[in-house]
Each structure stands twice: as C-alpha cells, then as structure tokens.
C-alpha cells in the first residue's frame, strides 16, 4: 500500500496565506496575477514573439539588468565582439521572456502536461545512485528553468529539499514557495543555515544546490571563471562528505523552438578532493560546461561577479 510521504519539517520554510494579502498595498501583484496567468496560457510561438519584441526594447537601455549582462559577459567573454555579445544579451532576453511568461502554467496545468513538456537526458545517473541507495546532490547553475527539474522530479515522486531566499514582498514568496512545493519537498531558508538542508539530503532527499551566488569575501574563494575569476562558495567536496552524498551536475534550459523544458544531467562529479580551491575549480567548470554552448539559458543579469579581488565592484552606478 503506498503511503503520502510526510514532507513537513519545522525547520524549513513554510511560509502560509494571510488574510492580510488583500490589503491595497498587494493588489499590484494579483492585477499582474491577472493579466499573467492567460498569458502563460499562449501557444509558445506567440509567446516568443512577445518576448522577442520586449527584448529588443530592453536590450536599447544602458542601465539596469541589460547593462549588468554586458559587463558579465565583458568579463567572461572578451574574445568575443562587441556584436557577438550583445547577440547573446537578446536571445537570453528573448528566451527569459518566453520563459517567464509561460512560467504561470506550471502550476495551471497538470503533472501530466509538464511530463510532455519535458525532456530529461542523462536520468540515468540518479536511476543508478538510487539502485545503490545513495543520496544525490544536484549542482544547478542559475539558468533561467532553474526551478522546472525540482518541480519535474517532485512530480514523479522524488523528494526534493532545496535552498532559498525569502523575498522581501510576502505575497510573491507565498506564491512563489507554493509553486516550487506544489508536488512535495522542502526548501529551506539560507538564512537558517545549511545543516537543516544536509540532514534532509542524509534522510533520502535529492539535494538542489546552487553553485554560482556570490555570498561576499568572507565566505568565498577566488577561481578561474570563464575569462576571469570569481568569488565562489569553498566546500563542495567537505558538503559531499558531510552529507554523504554524490554530487551531480544538473542543468536547465528553456528550447523557444519547441516549447520543451530541456534537463542534462552528467555523471557524478569523481574529481573531488577537499581541497577547498581544487574544488570550487571543479565547480566552476561545471558551470563553464553547461553554459558554454547555451550561453542564451543562463542569467547573466545577477551580479555574479561583485566581489572582485581588487575590491572594486564592476557594477557600481548600473
């Protein structure tokens, strides 16, 4: 007989509806409630349309996300043109937009919908680590589907525990938390610390873990990223151990010309060592091969290069 697996914890983040969610101060986010839930309803090539006419407005400004994007990619890609960039910048736009827009129907629609939507290569890798009953941590980098893999795999019912942090307008962190729990799970609170997330992945559930967050100087150290090098998280190898987990790449990515929400998933990472700059290395590199040839999936809009070597932050007056 199959039983509903208890996914409560106390110690996670489990933020609930308030009455006081329909005070004025929230009626913006229900009119973009409103007007973005048909949206997402919209055939995937009207969608991109939509997206890319947006795009080619945003990508006019010289401030702002776009601007950011540009000094990311100034700093990783210098080899390339200034053009060959800013091509860059409109799919990613382009590809955000289309993304967002039908982001919405996940929830609308049902787990049968998504399974159709989506295509997972390399599962494979998990099918075996969970023959041999070994926990998995997933390594994400920040791509604009970031959230469908946690969402597909709940849905097929694996237990999923994730990090996150809350957001400052308490109705969209209830939205966006019901969202990413609709099938099961926990997310926890980064700023309740990591050990909550490492028991949970020692209790069977499939870890999600993002790699690429600048989290300032005392908490990082500086390797190789791309062209540059950046402040990354030290650790992954002491986290694979403490947890006694697998650590797996895993990336996602939005196909605009299919509609289709696309997951790799490689082979667990073997390269560990505990050393803390042999392995952010490593983690970088993970990053570098998944974004390499789909640099249009990726969110070259967070700041992810702040805290530079010099002090200096190359994003001050954007």
Request: charged share 25%; proline share 6%; with cysteine.
């Amino acid at each position: 007989m199959n039983t509903k697996r208890n996914d409560y914890d106390p110690k996670a983040y489990n933020p609930r509806f308030q009455w006081g969610f329909l005070a004025p101060k929230y009626w913006g986010v229900w009119l973009g409630l409103a007007i973005g839930l048909p949206l997402s309803l919209l055939p995937n090539n009207t969608r991109v349309s939509i997206a890319r006419f947006i795009a080619k407005k945003l990508t006019k400004r010289q401030r702002g996300p776009v601007q950011k994007a540009r000094i990311n990619l100034a700093l990783c890609f210098p080899e390339k043109s200034e053009q060959e960039r800013e091509n860059i910048i409109e799919q990613c736009f382009i590809t955000a937009g289309t993304f967002l827009i039908g982001f919405p129907a996940i929830s609308l629609r049902s787990k049968q919908w998504l399974e159709r939507n989506s295509v997972i290569y390399g599962l494979e890798h998990l099918k075996t680590l969970q023959s041999q009953g070994q926990s998995a941590i997933l390594l994400v980098p920040h791509s604009w589907a970031i959230d469908i893999p946690a969402i597909l795999l709940a849905s097929r019912g694996l237990p999923v525990s994730a990090m996150a942090n809350s957001q400052k307008n308490l109705l969209i962190d209830w939205l966006m938390h019901k969202q990413r729990v609709q099938y099961g799970g926990r997310v926890y609170d980064r700023s309740g610390g990591i050990k909550p997330f490492i028991k949970s992945v020692k209790d069977g559930y499939l870890g999600y873990y993002l790699p690429d967050q600048d989290h300032g100087p005392d908490q990082s150290v500086f390797t190789d990223f791309f062209a540059t090098e950046k402040a990354t998280l030290p650790g992954l190898g002491k986290l694979a151990k403490v947890s006694r987990a697998k650590i797996v790449p895993l990336f996602a990515s939005y196909n605009t010309a299919t509609g289709k929400y696309e997951i790799e998933i490689k082979a667990p990472l073997d390269d560990l060592s505990g050393d803390e700059m042999q392995d952010a290395r490593v983690m970088n590199q993970v990053v570098e091969e998944f974004v390499t040839p789909k640099p249009e999936q990726y969110m070259w809009i967070l700041k992810l290069l702040k805290t530079r070597r010099d002090g200096n932050d190359p994003y001050v007056g954007y």
